[in-house]
């Protein structure tokens, strides 16, 4: 019998990952604000808390995916939070929340004896449905087999540091890559296609040369070509990532022009196309401004 999780924030990484726990046979007792998230878990086997501190009355071990560093914060020590839950002893976050929080977090919980693992995750939707996601896994050696035999079912865990902290600024430097790529990739699509190339063809030649990434491989053949849109990712969230690595990275004295302009863009695509929307959409912020689309035929 494996021992008894708590999950905490069932969104569009939450849900899967919960899933491939219940599947590995976990007991699982699962919480979030949405009733309709709660009920697709639990029509799959899984036991429903009626909050955060419920949720960690009922395991040792509880796992959260949520949104914004404040609301971690909130889930965690807050009224009815995973703090005044009667059996948690460790709490692993798999959320953003930059490295600052994490450290904070730890502080706070370890007064009252519970453990905090800073495991942020890569790898999106498909990633997290797949069961392929990358774990950035920041804890005492000691924890690594066990912490590992839970995460690796929801993907690849790599251990890449012993401190609450360093998962985070681990996650920041590969989304800022990400945001980094989309953001470059949309230019230089946009200015392809009002040239009068096919963005087929252009796709083609950057995959077969040296301007490949994630976004030409991966984002533009799948969701902007097609025009849908559908990455699961969304705006504010790319948005929070950003502004949370140049905090890091300023905070480090680390120069941020390039992040900077990235995070403007962002910015744009928040206010313009909207928070809620997929981050895909930020190819949009430059076509309204060329006058072009890049549209697969
Ligand atoms: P999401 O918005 O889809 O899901 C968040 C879930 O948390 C929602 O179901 C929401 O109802 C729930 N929630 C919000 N406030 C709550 C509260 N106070 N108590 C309980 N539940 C609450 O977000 P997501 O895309 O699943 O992302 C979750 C985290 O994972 C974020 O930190 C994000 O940056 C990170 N992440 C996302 C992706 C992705 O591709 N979506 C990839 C890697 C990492």
């Known amino acids: 019998m494996k021992e008894p999780i708590g999950f905490i924030g069932l969104g569009n990484m939450g849900k899967p990952m919960a899933t491939h726990l219940l599947n590995a046979g976990y007991p ?10 709660v009920s697709a878990l639990v029509d799959c086997g899984a036991k429903a808390a009626i909050s955060a501190e419920a949720t960690a009355s009922e395991a040792e071990t509880v796992i959260m995916s949520l949104p914004t560093p404040e609301i971690v914060k909130d889930v965690a020590l807050g009224p009815s939070g995973i703090i005044l839950g009667s059996k948690v002893k460790t709490l692993v976050d798999l959320s953003t929340i930059g490295p600052r929080a994490a450290q904070n977090l730890s502080a706070r919980l370890a007064i009252k004896g519970i453990n905090f693992v800073d495991s942020p995750v890569s790898g999106g939707i498909s990633g997290a449905e797949k069961g392929t996601l990358a774990v950035m896994l920041s804890c005492p050696d000691q924890q690594i087999t066990w912490l590992r035999n839970l995460l690796g079912n929801i993907g690849n865990v790599f251990h890449v540091g012993t401190e609450p902290g360093l ?15 989309l953001a470059i990739t949309s230019e230089a699509m946009v200015m392809g296609v009002k040239a009068g190339l096919d963005p087929h063809i252009m796709l083609e030649v950057i995959n077969a040369g040296s301007g490949k990434n994630t976004a030409t491989q991966d984002k533009f053949p799948k969701a902007i ?4 849109f559908d990455r699961g990712f969304t705006n504010s969230l790319m948005h ?6 140049l905090e890091e990275a300023q905070s480090l004295k680390v120069p941020t022009g390039v992040a900077s302009a990235v995070q403007k863009l ?4 928040c206010s313009e196309i ?17 006058g072009v689309e890049v549209k697969g035929t």
Do not use: H
């Open 28 to 37: 699982l007792t699962v919480f979030d604000t949405r009733e309709e998230a």
């Open 167 to 181: 998962g985070q600024s681990m996650k920041l430097a590969n989304n800022l890559l990400s945001a980094a790529a």
């Open 225 to 228: 070509l097609t025009r849908s």
């Open 240 to 245: 929070k990532d950003v502004e949370l690595f």
């Open 266 to 269: 962002w910015q744009t695509a």
């Open 274 to 290: 909207g928070p809620g929307a997929d981050f895909t959409t930020i190819v949009q912020c430059v076509e309204n401004r060329a």
